[in-house]
């Protein structure tokens, strides 16, 4: 017994809600193949398109998915995971999420689902920890329940599906440059201004009261970061010069995707998400810097 599944691309912070906000890609992921087999255990017997271990203990999928055995009883039969990467490591559209999520979730599908979405995102968690050194939810969130999340909490953890209108769509281009989330994190401080963590509590529930009300202009009133941002995006090439390029096209809104090097720009409508898609091409290659770009709906 098999399952095929798409793992897709997600994009964490959404400028004011570092570690707390994501949504995902409807057409940017990974694929994997999780199989149930007679041998006890977990086993990555694949993976194609990048370079990571086959290990089960040193893979996000293999450690999310023994976080998420252990909790079960004693199984006597075992799964083994095949992976296709397309969401390259260190671009900030959750590749280590897509795989410690598709784990987790095929295997609970061959198990006949003992855990709500919700729960998994526990044991997605620990793929995270493993990838970056730290157990944050805000990508394997969304990759587990579509759509827009918050993490409201994280002890305990307590994950809000958020609804969001039909036509936001989002652009995504990733200089090919690869950013690790250990390294994009290493250079945040850990204390914030009263003054700055004001504007970003006030632009976090303006992004949420946006969301639900269909307000396109509070919503991009909103993706505003005064903690994070200013400090990561010099490890960006081009990041001001795309970002004003997304909002002289009709962006709501444009910033970091995760840590980076991607960035997002969130849009009313497919057509002007992909003349922001033209733009910030242009941007890259006038700069002869290799890039890959997607358009797509939030779902
Ligand atoms: N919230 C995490 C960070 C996402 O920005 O470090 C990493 O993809």
Redesign the pocket.
């Known amino acids: 017994k098999e399952i095929k599944l798409f793992c897709p691309a ?1 994009i ?2 959404l400028s004011c809600g ?3 906000l ?1 949504l995902c890609l409807d057409n940017a992921g990974d694929e994997m193949i999780v199989r149930k087999v007679d041998q006890k255990g977990v086993r990555i017997t694949k993976i194609a398109g990048a370079d990571l271990p086959l290990e089960t203990e040193k893979n996000v999928s293999g450690v999310a998915a023994l976080a998420m055995l252990e909790t079960l009883d004693e199984l006597d039969f075992g799964f083994e995971i095949e992976i296709y990467k397309n969401i390259k490591a260190g671009s ?1 559209i ?1 590749s ?2 897509a795989s410690s999520a598709g784990a987790v979730f095929g295997i609970n599908e061959l198990l006949g689902r003992p855990y709500s979405r919700k729960d998994l995102v526990q044991f997605a968690m620990q793929g ?1 920890k493993l990838a ?1 050194g ?1 157990a ?1 939810a ?2 394997v969130a969304p990759a587990l329940l579509g759509g827009f999340t918050l993490v409201r909490s994280y002890a305990p953890l307590d994950i809000i599906r958020i609804d969001s209108p039909e036509e936001l769509y989002a652009t995504v281009v990733h200089p090919q440059i690869e950013l690790k ?1 250990s390294d ?2 290493s250079v ?1 401080k850990q204390n914030v201004s009263l003054k700055s963590a004001i504007m970003q509590w006030g632009n976090v529930g303006g992004l949420i009261a946006g969301l639900y009300t269909k307000d396109y202009d509070l919503i991009g009133r909103s993706l505003h970061d005064e903690i ?1 941002e200013p400090l ?1 995006s010099v490890l960006i090439p081009g990041f001001d010069q795309i970002k004003q390029t997304a909002l002289e096209n009709g962006a709501l809104g444009s910033g ?5 090097p991607s960035i997002f720009a969130l849009s009313r409508g497919k057509n002007t998400a992909d003349q922001i898609a033209k733009a910030m091409s242009e941007v890259y290659e006038k700069m002869n810097l290799p890039y890959e770009i997607h358009v797509s709906k939030i779902n």
Do not use: K, M, P
């Open positions: 997600t964490a912070n570092f570690d707390v994501g900030g959750g280590s999420a995270e970056s730290n944050h805000d990508n989330t994009a994190r945040l994070v990561r970091i995707s995760g840590s980076g």
